[in-house]
C-alpha cells in the first residue's frame, strides 16, 4: 500500500512553459485535493475532486486545470508557468470530506519557475 | 467563517523539555481541530484530531492536545521533547457545517541537544 505517490519531486520550468504533475492513491478514496504550500502562508486549496469525473475549484485556481478520469489519478495542469507559481505542491485524498476526516499526503513536488 | 491563528513561527527547546504549540481558531460552527505534522521533505501526517467526543485527545509519537471552548484553543503539548520531533507543525479548523480544512501558517519545532 504505497498511499498517495506524486511525481516529480523537483522541476524547474521557465516562464511559459507548462507541466503536469501527476498524483496518484491506492486507498481508493473518492476524495482528493491538490495544496500549494508557500512559506509562512500554511496549506492554500487549489482544487478538489469528490469523485471521478467531479472537481472544483479551491481557494487559489488561476493558472492551474486538473482532471479526474479515474479513482486513483488527479492530475494538476499548469498552464503557462509564472514566477509566482513557484511553491512546494501537495496532492492528498481522504474518505470522507477534509472538513471532518483525516487527509493523507503526498511527498510533494518543489517546482521552481524562472 | 472559519480561521487559525498559531503563535510563533519558530519555537525551540531542549531535548527533554516540555513542547508547547499554541493554537487558536474561530469558527461560527462546532469545530472539528486537527494536528498535522510535516517532516523535512515530506508530505503532512496526522498527529491528533478533535471531533467533539473528548476534550484531551491522545496522538502518536506522544503528543496530545486539549480542547477549550472557553478559550478557543487547541494547543499542543508533549511532556519530553525528543530530537525526532524536530518538524513543522500545522494546526487546522473543519467542522461538520462546510468542506474545506483552514491551515494555520505552521510553526517551526527546533530540539536542541
Known amino acids: 500500500n504505497a498511499g498517495v505517490t506524486q511525481t516529480p519531486k523537483f522541476r524547474i520550468l521557465k516562464i511559459g512553459q507548462s507541466m503536469t504533475l501527476q498524483c496518484t492513491q491506492d486507498?481508493?478514496?473518492?476524495?482528493m485535493y491538490w495544496y500549494r504550500q508557500d512559506p509562512g502562508m500554511g496549506l492554500k486549496l487549489i482544487y478538489y475532486?469528490?469523485?471521478?469525473?467531479?472537481?472544483d475549484k479551491g481557494e487559489v485556481p488561476n493558472g492551474y486545470n486538473v482532471s479526474r478520469s479515474t479513482t486513483e489519478d488527479f492530475p494538476l495542469r499548469l498552464e503557462l508557468a509564472a514566477p509566482s507559481q513557484t511553491s512546494v505542491y501537495f496532492c492528498?485524498?481522504?474518505?470522507?470530506?477534509?472538513?471532518?476526516?483525516?487527509?493523507?499526503f503526498g511527498p510533494g513536488t518543489r517546482l521552481t519557475v524562472l | 467563517a472559519q480561521s487559525v491563528t498559531q503563535l510563533g513561527s519558530h519555537v525551540s527547546v531542549s531535548e527533554g523539555a516540555l513542547v508547547l504549540l499554541r493554537c487558536n481558531y474561530s469558527s461560527s460552527v462546532p469545530p472539528y481541530l486537527f494536528w498535522y505534522v510535516q517532516y523535512p521533505n515530506q508530505g503532512l501526517q496526522l498527529l491528533l484530531k478533535y471531533t467533539s467526543a473528548a476534550t484531551l485527545v491522545k496522538g502518536i509519537n506522544g503528543f496530545e492536545a486539549e480542547f477549550k471552548k472557553s478559550e478557543t484553543s487547541f494547543h499542543l503539548t508533549k511532556p519530553s521533547a525528543h530530537m525526532s520531533d524536530a518538524a513543522e507543525y500545522f494546526c487546522?479548523?473543519?467542522?461538520?457545517?462546510?468542506?474545506?480544512?483552514?491551515f494555520g501558517a505552521g510553526t517551526r519545532l527546533f530540539v536542541k541537544a
Open positions: 492528498a485524498s481522504s474518505i470522507q470530506k477534509p472538513s471532518t476526516d483525516t487527509q493523507y
Open positions: 486507498m481508493n478514496h473518492n476524495y
Open positions: 475532486s469528490v469523485g471521478a469525473g467531479i472537481t
Open positions: 487546522a479548523v473543519g467542522g461538520t457545517g462546510g468542506f474545506k480544512t483552514i
